[in-house]
T-cell receptor, first 112, second 110 residues
């Protein structure tokens, strides 16, 4: 069974609308991450979390918020979606720094 | 410049042949992960490395932290090896967060 799941798997949103991407992990990991992948490129870190009810900014946090209501769940929120946020978004979990990260299947977001 | 640079950017291999992919780091990497992104877009964990070498079936990977590089060797390439290979490094300068390379697109043909 997949240990990191994401929903939805794909979404079309309108410019200026609110988008929430959800991630759920059953690895019992403390750390969770959100990345974006643009076509033909590697992944870049948006937000991450060490513990429930706390989030940290990654390398490209502008335009995104994150929420970690429990150890298992981590959400990425786009309050005002923009065209430039069209990308594939990946969630991951790990036991911490110096530990392997495990990725979800990704969410393809298209903003029109 | 790129903190994690992969080469080559793309590669075509005939089935049954061998090849090597490389990552060079301009950051002081402490650990390295290699992933295969399959045609469906999923990221498959291949290796997690501290300095040293690991082997799994037809794949072998080495991480040399002193010379700031990592390699992924593919032996007896198969059609299902096709996809995009990413390396990613953790470094103190990145707060121990993964920094990804841009990927190597591998196509294996008959």
């Amino acid at each position: 069974e997949a240990a990191v799941t994401q929903s939805p798997r794909s979404k079309v949103a309108v410019t200026g609308g609110k988008v929430t991407l959800s991630c759920h992990q059953t690895n019992n990991h403390d750390y969770m991450y959100w990345y974006r992948q643009d076509t033909g490129h590697g992944l870049r870190l948006i937000h991450y979390s060490y513990v429930a009810d706390s989030t940290e900014k990654g390398d490209i946090p502008d335009g995104y918020k994150a929420s970690r209501p429990s150890q298992e769940n981590f959400s990425l929120i786009l309050e005002l979606a923009s065209l430039s946020q069209t990308a594939v978004y990946f969630c991951a979990s790990s036991d911490g720094d110096y530990y392997e990260q495990y990725f979800g299947p990704g969410t393809r977001l298209t903003v029109l | 410049g790129d903190k994690v640079k992969q080469s080559p950017s793309a590669l075509s291999l005939q089935e049954g042949t061998n090849s090597a992919l490389r990552c060079n780091f301009s950051i002081a990497a402490t650990t390295v992960q290699w992933f295969l992104q399959n045609p469906r877009g999923s990221l498959i964990n291949l290796f997690y490395l501290v300095p040293g070498t690991k082997e799994n079936g037809r794949l072998k990977s080495t991480f040399n932290s002193k010379e700031s590089y990592s390699t992924l060797h593919i032996r007896d390439a198969q059609l299902e090896d096709s996809g995009t290979y990413f390396c990613a490094a953790e470094a103190t300068s990145s707060g121990q967060k993964l920094v990804f390379g841009q990927g190597t697109i591998l196509k294996v043909y008959l």
